[in-house]
């Protein structure tokens, strides 16, 4: 098993203009307008990476399939990740058709799992997957380490808005197993006495639509 104490921060604390991936300017609105000028609502996807990363997920944005395949495999490499696969076999002959580093077709040679997503949860920085994605594995029996590709189009609001989309896209054939990552800091998850999201390590990388 990989050491989860070797990942460098660093990498992951990147917290750049989200969606641009371009750093924030020194001088915000706020600012500008003065400090008396009334404090607008952060958008979805700046409280998503911000409440993701508070609660210990780590996330990464990525510009292009380029950028893609470089942070999987910087993710691989910093945290010493012994195999990756996924249940997904699309997704699977993608990792393997990029050269992704120790890619494997069985989850049980594998310390992660990588899976595409539902949605993107601004509210508590959940991540909403379902038996679409894991091919019917349930949460507990997953590897200690997920890597999610996610894109900018799954962000939400909130668990209902998230319960919305699901029911909007699948209509009469909801899918089973849905379930919501979280970072082990999260407050619910520490909270309770066994929660599958205490022990594990949490990557989002989130791409453009047109990917």
């Known amino acids: 098993m990989a050491d989860k104490q070797t990942g460098k921060t660093g990498f992951f604390s990147k917290l750049m203009n989200v969606i641009t991936g371009s750093p924030s300017s ?13 404090v607008e609502k952060e958008s ?17 944005y990525c510009g292009s399939k380029e ?18 696969g996924s249940p997904d076999d699309n997704l699977l002959s993608f990792l393997k058709k990029e050269s992704i580093p120790k890619v494997y077709e069985s989850l049980k040679d594998c310390d992660t799992i990588c899976s595409y997503c539902e949605a993107l949860i601004a509210s508590n920085g959940g991540i909403m997957i379902n038996e679409r994605q894991t091919m019917g594995i349930r949460i507990d029996n997953m ?16 668990l209902h808005d ?7 896209q699948y209509r009469n054939n909801r899918p089973g197993q849905i379930s919501v990552l979280k970072g082990p800091n999260d407050e619910n998850v520490k ?8 022990d594990r390590t949490l990557f989002l990388l ?6």
């Open 44 to 60: 979805k996807d700046v409280r998503f990476v911000k409440t993701l990363t508070k609660n210990g997920g780590n996330f990464v």
């Open 162 to 168: 998230a319960m919305a989309k699901v029911n909007r």
């Open 143 to 158: 590897p200690d380490y997920h890597i999610v590709i996610g894109k900018t189009s799954q962000l939400v609001e909130n």
């Open 67 to 84: 950028e893609l395949v470089e942070n999987l495999i910087k993710v691989i490499e910093e945290y010493q990740l012994v195999g990756v």
């Open 191 to 198: 909270l309770a006495s066994a929660d599958p999201n205490k």
């Open 206 to 211: 989130l791409v453009e639509d047109t990917f």
């Open 26 to 38: 020194a001088t915000s609105e706020t600012d500008e307008k003065g400090q008396f000028a009334p």
